[in-house]
């Protein structure tokens, strides 16, 4: 993401809290990924699942391609159902992943478009798409494409960071976080960095 240090300091303007956190974690290491269909079919195959069982079937997934490649969609659409279902990819994931497939074959998505796209074209082109619910859209926005304010409010490890960043007792209304996480923008992205950091770490202020 351009710009990190002008977030930083945004941030730190807006709570000294970023401070303590910048100087704890440090600055957020982002890495555009230019290979959409590749983001989308992995965040399928790890939704709702532990990091290591997902880890397990995604490579499992890039093994039935025999090449050090990302396959194509034509090659994911070439594969049966079965095939899928053996290296443990659910009914319903192989039913999304195919329709990802499909819709990078037919020219719904179209990758060259896809950066010169405001935010909310994408989730509207995406949200079409079987399977892919907004926190997909978020996570895509974030890390692959490194937009710079995107706040997943429904996300639980966001809920959590934020009761801990606000040291509150109990989860909060997503109105209350929304309206705090106002003066956060345009860096909300950095700003939930740092309350999934929180979590992750059971950092104690």
């Known amino acids: 993401m351009k710009n990190i240090s002008i977030a930083l300091e945004h941030l730190k303007k807006t709570d000294p809290r970023f401070g303590i956190l910048i100087d704890r974690f440090g600055k957020p290491d982002y890495k555009l990924n230019e290979n959409y269909f590749e983001a989308l079919v992995k965040s399928i195959v790890y939704q709702q699942l532990s990091g290591k069982a997902a880890f397990t079937i995604y490579t499992r997934f890039l093994d039935l391609f025999k090449s050090k490649d990302f396959p194509s969609p034509k090659q994911v659409l070439r594969n049966s159902d079965q095939q899928y279902r053996s290296i443990g990819l659910s009914r319903q994931k192989t039913c999304y992943v195919k329709e990802i497939a499909n819709a990078f074959d037919d020219n719904e998505i179209i990758p060259e478009d896809i950066p010169k796209m405001e935010d909310d074209e994408i989730r509207n082109l995406l949200i079409k798409i079987k399977g892919i ?23 639980l490890g966001i809920q959590k960071g934020m009761t801990l960043f606000f040291q509150l007792d109990e989860i909060p209304e997503i109105q209350f976080m929304d309206r705090q996480a106002e003066k956060w923008r345009p860096f909300r992205t950095t700003a939930a960095w740092y309350m999934w950091k929180l979590v992750d770490e059971d950092f104690q202020w």
């Open 133 to 155: 619910g907004p926190w997909t859209i978020d996570m895509f926005l974030m890390f692959t494409l490194n937009r710079p304010d995107i706040l997943p409010l429904s996300d």
